[in-house]
Every structure is written in structure tokens, then in C-alpha cells.
């Protein structure tokens, strides 16, 4: 049993640093930098992406399963960078020869799931359509028109 | 066995060999780039994707010649996960050749249909390299791993008419049964696993998925639960019984040939048949082999004996099933998908001759046999339906028999070949189909005549193959009439046969009447061992 | 060179001509020149088969000449092997020469699809022509099977009204058969493969083999082989009971097609029992005997009977196929010199008679478009010419002397009368006698009620006598018929030893009873 030392615990704090910095970086960033649209659905207090008055029983955007299926299938890539970090110490202290092959492995499974997620986003998963940009920008315009008392232009209720 | 495991606890260096699985890696590759490309393309580029899978198809058949005429050092790599036999080899280009076939038959048919072609060139391939895996697959679980690209893109592609109802069907239940049955695979895998384990020395080794360590430990006979060893087999007969579609596991077959579109039942028909032959027999006859005379009613024997005899059982009952429910369909998809099982149950003849060769000579012959036979029911089979697209027309509207009332001089050209490659799935002599029939009972007749005991079970398994072979007539040329010796009474417009689909029926057609005709290099090539050793030349 | 490779030729020339049709069907579209082109290239292969007849000379020995051999498949052990004898050499020639007569015959009957018509015929003589020649089992089986391909495009697309029925029919009766001679045939390689070292398809090497007791087929083997192959060929044949394909197929081909049906293809399966079931399982064939010469006489009876009362011409003929080739099978079972000659002899008088007959009836059937015998009477008036071919070659059907039929037919009575290979042989050679009696009742009563008598129906007064065409191309039947009644020496001469090889054969195969061989010895002295 090894003697307990604090300094072995040095990354996870740091590792707790990086976690909040990242989240805290995230979200300021995008205060700082991301657009500001308002619109009636933004407005709306958060219902996991429905409105929260009406009917419970509505249909789902079909984008949502799409969404959740990219998530888990990127999310399950990544945790086998999990074990291959546990053994690559054991398997780098084997020789040149087998250090390279295990790190070129994982960089050509790296490359391939960044192909991957290059092809997701080409292929316009993440996108949300052009119809629903439109809709989205529509709605920002009505309610500032609305801001400004007037009548709205157009009836630009998100679908 | 993971691969990296073995190499912690051996702590020497790899066995690593990567031109070994050269073939597979470059298939795999191009079909990685063609999906990339396909996300930059625009829509009118699509022969780009096409061109492209062709060409990777194309190299990975030439690595795998050169890996059968030059070798590549070894007989086997990564701890014997990847072997490199005449079987693979042999089937890997036939599964290529399908593949390639595929291709072209699709790429027209794409674009008519208003699909994403570069993404059905990305599947294809991928499900090509999963084939190409269940060859090479010296292991259970790179065999599992095979089957498994191969099924996910298969069941895409067998939905790949979004909007047709019946193209759903087929990859739902497609689907479901599918992973049914990879679910069978893998509960056989493990048990056998586990009943693999035995006793060394002073300690209990644990099981293995090795193939070949299977075999090498079920002739020793020192396998710890012998039992579990005959409930692991029978969940992999199950397993691949399903993907060979043999009856009973067939029911999947016709509905999901019919729905699918149909350059997809083309390949579904010819490709993974051709994949799970290769890996089924890989597992059945190396896995659990005939041991002769050696060790009396030891568990070997017994697996051995249990296998061959259900699968003699199976083949009979394939072969009858398949054509007698051919003889009542009225739609040509499914008629051919009938006669895809009966022939299934044709190349189990000479699996089970194959099971029971007692020399390696005779094994050699029967083994080269089936995959032959692949080859030819590929040919042949791609051919009939690429004829069966071109009139099938859009959406697959036109599959029905009474479509082809006598369209046979209307379109000479078209209704030829197709009677062409029905006369050789029936097997008529000058035809690939004939000189295929004639390896397989060939085989299965050689094992009976040196096996004078067991002889009348052959002769009677290849008895019934002739008399299938008489039943098929009856549906094979009910086409051929109703093209032919009726007249049509409706409009009918010619269709177009563009020129990559030209290009096919060429192929297939020149195919069925070069094995029929001259099939003696090719299946002296199929026999051949690959070289093995260090880099060298062949004698010649 | 010619000489060397005339098998090749003579199989491979129809092909060309087939190929040539279809490039000419493809540039140029006339549909006149296809009868041209076909009949160019049958003439021409008859004219060459006819050169066969310079290495087969007369008592020439039962050798096979124009012999050629080739690896065909490695793997298999195949040979490209061809071969003819006495016994194949006149039948290669009959096949050589229906054909072109049966183009000749279709000149204006066959107008629609013309093109494939001649294609199919010419693969179709093809295919024939190497039935008879190979000497390789697996070569054999191929062309056998290839055989029925255009036969049953033949039929069914040109046939009349029931021709699907038939044509299927035909096809599945007949690959049954095969298919289960291809397991025999694969049989035997293993056989020869156990005891010899190396599996061979050659026919000439296994029955060396089998003469010389280097290899032996066990009896239980023998006998399921000997089965398959005799079925093959009986359904051919075809034996009663499984002749029922044969009036349908008969009866709904078009007239080429059942000229080259009676003619060639029911030859294909005598000729196999001759070659192949006598030849490789001579003790089988003894055993077998008495079953096919009670067979034999039963078709030879009833095709007659049946004959009889069918009020359909061409159905008429097709039955007394059935009888004739009875007579066939009961000289080929009765193994001896004269009954086997005969039964040879017969085959060809068969193709050639009934060859004719079936001509004639397409010809009244092209005027008259019905073929039911009460539609006719007092045809003799309006065709003068038509119905003197008609007797003739009914007359020649019926074994008339003088004319081909009753050498044949005489030459198996006597051989039947003579044979030991089964007990009662008079009482066969007496109940088969009747067969000609009842002939002569169907033939000359169907001759009676269509060519003789008054004039029933208007229609029939003015038919138009036959044309110079078709009397051209019955003329060189006719001038057979007299012939090979007169003089059947060149015929028999040239087969004799072939025959005599097999019969031998049988009778002196190991296990042969003694006095068996010395009365065979004194048929030939006789």
C-alpha cells in the first residue's frame, strides 16, 4: 500500500479545472461571440425542446432521434479511447515497433471518426434546415416589430 | 482471443503480417474515401462514387491474387485471427467479383431511382470487406465481426427505397431476424468457447475461439464439457444456416428478396451466401473435424458425426423446400429467391462431402467444389437479375410473372440471356450451372465411393440433388414459356439497356458460357494452396 | 487437315452457321435469306459427313475412326473425345440429312420468327451430330441434354395449339431421365477412379478396363447404374411406359421438328442402350433382358393398337413410333448378329420412313390446316403425287419387302426367333410378328380413308398437287426407302463389326453360359 501523497491527486484537479473552465469557457464565449435572436420559441421557458403549454402527446421532430443516434454512436467511439489509454503504457514499454503500431492505430481510428463526423455534417444532420431558419428568422422579426408596437408582418408561429 | 492481450502476456514482439489482410484493408479504405467523397460530391458526380468502388474492388482482387501467387510470408496473423488458405482466397474473389458486378448493376439503377448512390457504393463496400473478413476469419470472433459489417450495411441497403413500403418490410424484418440470428452465432460462439477449456499440466486453460485450436483440442479429446461443445455447434449451424438462407431458417429469404430492390437482392443472393459458405465451412470442417478412426467414440467423432449428419438433413430438405415452393410463385423476385435457397441446399452437398473427405486431397476437391459453385450461382444469378431490373423498370413496378408475357420477341436480346442464365441455374450442359452441379455431386459421390459404409447416404443425397434438379425445370422454364410461347396482349415498351448494364450482362453472359465451357483453370486455381513461406516465386 | 478434324467440323459447322444467321439477322434483317443461309450450311454438312464413309469402308473392323482427343477439363478429367464407328457413322449421316430437308420442309411454313427457327435448328444438329460422335460419358451427356434445348424452343414457339403442355412435358420427362444417367456417369469415373488409380470419363478407356477385369462394378452398383442409364434412354426411346411425351411432343411440333424428333432424337436413346448400357454393363443387360423385350413387345403392340383408333394423322404416326422403336429395343435385347443389325437398321428405316410420313402430313396440313383423318378422303384425285409418296412411305412403314422397313423388321424377327439371351423367344418373336400384321391395319386403313375413296369434302377437290420443292425433298427419302430395301449390304456391311463387338460383348462377358457363345458362332457362320 503506497503511502498516501497529495500531489498523486494533482490531475484530478486539474482535471476538475479543465471540466469547469471548459463549461464556464463555453458559455461566455458564446455570450461574447454567438448572435442574439430572439424569437418566441428562445423566449420560451426550456422544455427540452417542445412547448411547455399543450397537448403532451406530440410528435417529435424526427431530427431528434437523429441527433441522439450521433451522439451515442460518437460517445461509444470515444470511450474505446478509454481502455487504450489504460493499457498504452504496458504496451508502449514493449518496443518502438509496437509503441508506433498502438499510437498510429488509435490516430487512424481518430481520423476515422472525424471522417465520420465530417460526413455527418456535410450530409446536413446538424442542420436544421433551411425552412426552419427561415421560420426561426421570420419569428425574430415579428417579435421586434412587435417590441415596437406594431402589428406583426407576418403570422411566423415556429412549426 | 484479443489480440493485444495475447501480446501483454506473451511480451514478445506481434505476429504481425499487415500485407496478409492487404485485400481487406484496401476495400475497407476505398470505402471510407468514397464516403467522404460522397459528402463533397454533388448529385450529378455520382459515377465519380461508382468509378471509384470499382477501382478500390478491382485492387483489392489484385492483392488478392498476389497474395495467392506471391504470398505474403505466412499462412496466418495476428495469433492465427486471419488465415490465409485456398478457401479464403478463392471466395474472396468471388465475393469481389459480386461486389464489382454490383456496382455496375446499380449505378444506372441509382439514378433512376433518384438514390443516394455514394452512399450505396460506401455500403456495399463496407459489406463487401465484412464478407471479405467472414473468409479470412480464423477466429470465431473476427468471423462475428465479419458477419456483422456485412449484415448492419446489408440491412441498409435492403431498406434503401425509403419511400417504398415494401423495401421497409424487407429491412425490418431483414433486420430483426438478422440480429436474431447473429444472436444465435454468438451464444454458439461463446458456449464453445467455454467448452473449449481444458486441463494443461497442473492448471484449466481457458477456452478458445481459435479455430484451429478448436480442432486441435476436440481431436485431443480433452475438452472439458464435451456437451456444451454440441450446444455451441448447433447454435452456429443455426447461425449460419440463417445467412446461407437453409431450410427451416429460410423463412426470411423470399420476403426480403422481394422487397429489397432489386440490384440488392442480386448481390444479397450471391455475395453473403457465397461469405457464410466460406466461414461456415472454415468453422464445421476445421473446427470440428473428421478424425477417422482415431480415438473410439471420442467427442470428436461425435460433433463430427452429428454435424455432418444434420447438415446432410438440412441439405435435402433446402434442396426440396427451395424448389417445390418455387414451383407456386408469381413474382420472379421471389421465384428467384426460392431457387437461391434450392441452390444453397445444392452447395451443402458438397459441404457435407467436404465434412466427410478423409483425405486432404478429396477435401481439397470438395471445398474447391462449393466454392466454384458459388462462383457460377453468382454469375449466373447476377446476370438473371440484372435482366429482372432492366424490365422490373422504376420502383420495381414490373416483377411479376404475367410482366414478362411474352415479351421474348419484343426484346430478343434481354429474353435470351435471361433464358440463357435459367437454363444455366437448372443446370443445362455448356453452362457454368451444369459444370457447377457437376463438381459439388461429383464430390459427394468420390467421398461415397471410398467410404463404401456410408456410400448409399451420398449416393442418395446426390439422388435427390438430380431429382431437385428436375423439379427446378418446371419453374426455371415456366419463364421461359411465358416470354416466349405466349403472346402479349397489353402495351409494352422495350427497355433501354444502358450501357453499364451492357456491360454486365457481357460479363455474366460470356461468365456462364466460359465455366461451362472451359471451367478446368478455374477450378484448378481454386485448388491451388497460396504460396506460402518467404516472398518467392512459383514454379510454373 | 479435313479429314483429321471432320468430327469438329461437322459439329462445330451448324454452330458457325447458327452464329452467321444471327450476324446476318443483325445487319442486314432479311428475312428471306435465312432459309438461304441455313439450308447453305446443312447441305454443306452433309456433304462432309458423307466423308465419313472413306475411313469407314465396308467390313472394316469395329475400330473407331476420325478418332480426336483433347483435354477438356483437368480438374474432371474430361476429354474433348470423338469417335465414330459403323454403328454411329449412318446415324450421324441420317442426322445430317433430315436436317436440310427439314429446312427445306419449313421453307414457307415457318414464317414468323424465322430467324431463331433456323438458329435452333442448326444448334440442334449440332448438339445431334455430337450425341452420336463423342466417346467421352460426361461430352456424351452434354450434348444429350443440349439436344433438348432448341428442341423445346422448337416446339413450343412454333408448335400447335397445345404446344406448351407439350413442350414442357417433353423437357422434364426427358431431363429426369438424364440427370439420373449423370449420376451414373459420375458413378462410373469413381468406380474406375477406386479400382484404377485415376477416375476417367473416356468410354473407350473404362470399357478397356472392364473387358480386361482391371475394373469391376460390383452387382448392387452395376445394377442402379445399369438402371439409370436405361432410363435415360427408355423415356428417349421411348419404351412403353414412359412414352406418353412422345405422341404430344409429336403431335404439337411443328413439321421440321417432328421429323427431326422421330427421325434423330428417339435414335439418341436406342443408341444408347446400344452403346452404353450393353457395352459397359454387359451382365446387367443379360439380366435386364427378358424386362425390356416384354417392355419392347408391349409398346411394339400397343403403339400399334392405339395407332389405330386415333383420328388425328400426325397422332397416328407419332403412335407408331412408339411401335416401331418397340421393335428397336426387342432386336437390341434379343443379342444377336441379326436381331442387333436389324435393330441398327431399323432406326435409320425409321428416320427415314417416318421422316417422310410426318413431311407428308405437314404438307397436307399446310393446304389444309386440319390433320383429322375425316376431314379428308380421295385425296389421289387433286394430288396425284402427293399421295404415291404417301403409299410409298407408308408401305415402307409398314415393312413392305422391297422397301427399307421389312429388312429391318425381318432381320429382328429372325434375330428375336434366334436369341438365347431369354426363354420363350418364339412366343416373343411371334406376338412381336403381329406388331407388322396390326401396322398394316392402321397404316392402310388411314390410307384408305385419306388418300382413297371419294372426295367428302369440297375443299379437298382443289388442293394443289405438291410443288417442285417438296417433291425434291421427298425424292432423296424415297430413293433411301427403295434402296436399303433392295440392296442393304453398304449399310450393314459398314456396321456389322460394331454390332458384332457388343453383341460379343454381351454374350461372351464373363459368366456367360456356354452354349450361349456356340450359337452365337453359328449365326455368324450362317
Known sequence: ?159 | ?540 | MLQDNLLTILILLPTVGALALIGHGLFWKRENDYRWIALLFSVITFALSLLLLTRVGENSDAAFRFEQKTLWIGAIGSYYHLGVDGMSLWLVILTTLLVPVSILSSWNSIKKRALSFYVFMLILESAMIGVFVSLDLLIFYLFFEASLVPMFFMIGIWGGERRIYAATKFFIYTAVGSLLMLVGIIALYYIHQQQAGAGTFDYLTLLDALKSGRVVITESSAFWIFLAFAFAFCIKVPLWPLHTWLPDAHTEAPTAGSVILAGVLLKMGTYGLLRFNLGLMPEMARRFAPYFVVLAIIGIIYGALVAMVQPDVKRLVAYSSVSHMGFVVLGIFSFTEQGMQGALYQMLNHGVSTGALFLLVGMIYDRRHTRQISDFGGLATPMPWFSTFFVIASLSSIGLPFLNGFVGEFLILLGTWLSTGFSYNWVATMIAATGVIWAAVYMLWMLQRVVFGRIRHGENARLSDLNAREVGLLIPLLILMLVMGVYPRPFLSRSRESVVAVQQRVTKSTGAAGSFSVEVQENKQR
Open chain 2, 1 to 540: 482471443m484479443n489480440f493485444f492481450a495475447v501480446a501483454l502476456q506473451a511480451g514478445t514482439s506481434p505476429d504481425i503480417n499487415f500485407p496478409l489482410i492487404l485485400p481487406e484493408m484496401i476495400v475497407c479504405g476505398v470505402a471510407v474515401l468514397v464516403m467522404f467523397l460522397d459528402a463533397f460530391m454533388r448529385r450529378s458526380q455520382r459515377w465519380v462514387t461508382g468509378g471509384l468502388s470499382l477501382l478500390g474492388l478491382a485492387a483489392g482482387a489484385a492483392a488478392t491474387i498476389w497474395l495467392w501467387t506471391r504470398g505474403a510470408g505466412s499462412l496466418g496473423t495476428f495469433n492465427g485471427m486471419i488465415v490465409l488458405d485456398e478457401i479464403r482466397l478463392s471466395f474472396t474473389l468471388v465475393v469481389i467479383f459480386v461486389s464489382a458486378l454490383t456496382v455496375l448493376l446499380s449505378v444506372v439503377w441509382v439514378e433512376g431511382e433518384h438514390l443516394p448512390a455514394g452512399e450505396f457504393h460506401s455500403l456495399l463496400l463496407f459489406a463487401t470487406s465484412g464478407m471479405m473478413l467472414m473468409a479470412s476469419g480464423g477466429d470465431l470472433v473476427i468471423i462475428f465481426l465479419g458477419l456483422e459489417i456485412l449484415s448492419i450495411a446489408t440491412y441498409v441497403m435492403c431498406g434503401f427505397r425509403r419511400t417504398d413500403l415494401r423495401s421497409n418490410e424487407s429491412s425490418l424484418k431483414y433486420f430483426i431476424l438478422g440480429s436474431f440470428s447473429s444472436a444465435f452465432l454468438l451464444y454458439g460462439i461463446a458456449l464453445v468457447y467455454g467448452a473449449t477449456a481444458t486441463v494443461r499440466g497442473s492448471g484449466v486453460v481457458a477456452g478458445t475461439t481459435n479455430i484451429a485450436q478448436i480442432g486441435e483440442r476436440v481431436m485431443a479429446g480433452d475438452i472439458m464439457y464435451p456437451a456444451l461443445l454440441f450446444a455451441g455447434a448447433a447454435f452456429m449451424l443455426v447461425g449460419f444456416g440463417f445467412k446461407i438462407a437453409t431450410a427451416p431458417f429460410h423463412v426470411w429469404t423470399p420476403d426480403v428478396y422481394e422487397g429489397a430492390p432489386t440490384p440488392v437482392t442480386a448481390f444479397m443472393a450471391a455475395g453473403p451466401k457465397a461469405a457464410g459458405f466460406a466461414s461456415f465451412l472454415r468453422v464445421f470442417i476445421f473446427g470440428f473435424p473428421f478424425v477417422g478412426a482415431v480415438a473410439s467414440a471420442s467427442s470428436a467423432t461425435n460433433v463430427h458425426d452429428a454435424w455432418l449428419h444434420a447438415l446432410a438433413i438440412l441439405a435435402i430438405i433446402t434442396m426440396s423446400v427451395g424448389n417445390v415452393a418455387a414451383i407456386v410463385q408469381n413474382n420472379v423476385k421471389r421465384m428467384l429467391a426460392y431457387s437461391s435457397i434450392a441452390h444453397a441446399g445444392y452447395a451443402l452437398v458438397g459441404f457435407v462431402a467436404a465434412g466427410a473427405a478423409t483425405d486432404a486431397t478429396q477435401r481439397a476437391d470438395a471445398l474447391a467444389a462449393v466454392a466454384f459453385y458459388m462462383l457460377t450461382y453468382a454469375v449466373m444469378n447476377l446476370g438473371a437479375f440484372a435482366v429482372v431490373t432492366l424490365i422490373a423498370r422504376q420502383n420495381d413496378r414490373r416483377t411479376e410473372v404475367e410482366d414478362y408475357n411474352g415479351i421474348g420477341f419484343r426484346a430478343p436480346a434481354l429474353s435470351f440471356t435471361l433464358s440463357i442464365f435459367l437454363l444455366s441455374l437448372l443446370g443445362m450442359p455448356l453452362t457454368a450451372g451444369f459444370i457447377g452441379k457437376v463438381a459439388v455431386f461429383a464430390s459427394a459421390l468420390n467421398v461415397g465411393s471410398s467410404a463404401p459404409a456410408a456410400s448409399s447416404l451420398y449416393t442418395i443425397l446426390v439422388v435427390i440433388g438430380v431429382l431437385n434438379t428436375a423439379i427446378s425445370a418446371y419453374y426455371y422454364l415456366r419463364l421461359i414459356i411465358v416470354m416466349f410461347f405466349r403472346e402479349r396482349t397489353t402495351e409494352w415498351a422495350v427497355p433501354r439497356i444502358p450501357a453499364s448494364m451492357a456491360l454486365v450482362l457481357v460479363i455474366t453472359i460470356l461468365g456462364v458460357f466460359y465455366l461451362g465451357l472451359f471451367p478446368g483453370r478455374v477450378l484448378d486455381a481454386f485448388k491451388r494452396k497460396p504460396a506460402s513461406g518467404a516472398v518467392t516465386q512459383i514454379a510454373r
Open chain 1, 1 to 159: 500500500m503506497q503511502e498516501f501523497r497529495l500531489e498523486a491527486y494533482l490531475p484530478i484537479l486539474l482535471m476538475f479545472i479543465v471540466a469547469l473552465g471548459f463549461a464556464a469557457g463555453n458559455i461566455l464565449l458564446s455570450q461574447l461571440v454567438g448572435q442574439r435572436k430572439q424569437t418566441r420559441t428562445k423566449l420560451m421557458p426550456y422544455e427540452c425542446g417542445k412547448d411547455p403549454v399543450g397537448s403532451a402527446r406530440e410528435r417529435f421532430s424526427v431530427k431528434f432521434y437523429l441527433i441522439a443516434m450521433i451522439f451515442i454512436l460518437f460517445d461509444i467511439e470515444v470511450i474505446f479511447l478509454v481502455p487504450w489509454a489504460v493499457v498504452f503504457k504496458q504496451l508502449a514499454a514493449q518496443g518502438a515497433m509496437m509503441r508506433n503500431l498502438v499510437y498510429v492505430e488509435m490516430m487512424i481510428f481518430v481520423a476515422l471518426l472525424l471522417v465520420g463526423y465530417i460526413y455527418v455534417v456535410k450530409k446536413g444532420a446538424f442542420d436544421w434546415g433551411e425552412r426552419a431558419r427561415r421560420e426561426a428568422e421570420a419569428e425574430a422579426r415579428a417579435l421586434k416589430d412587435m417590441q415596437k408596437g406594431r402589428e406583426p408582418s407576418t403570422n411566423a408561429r415556429a412549426a
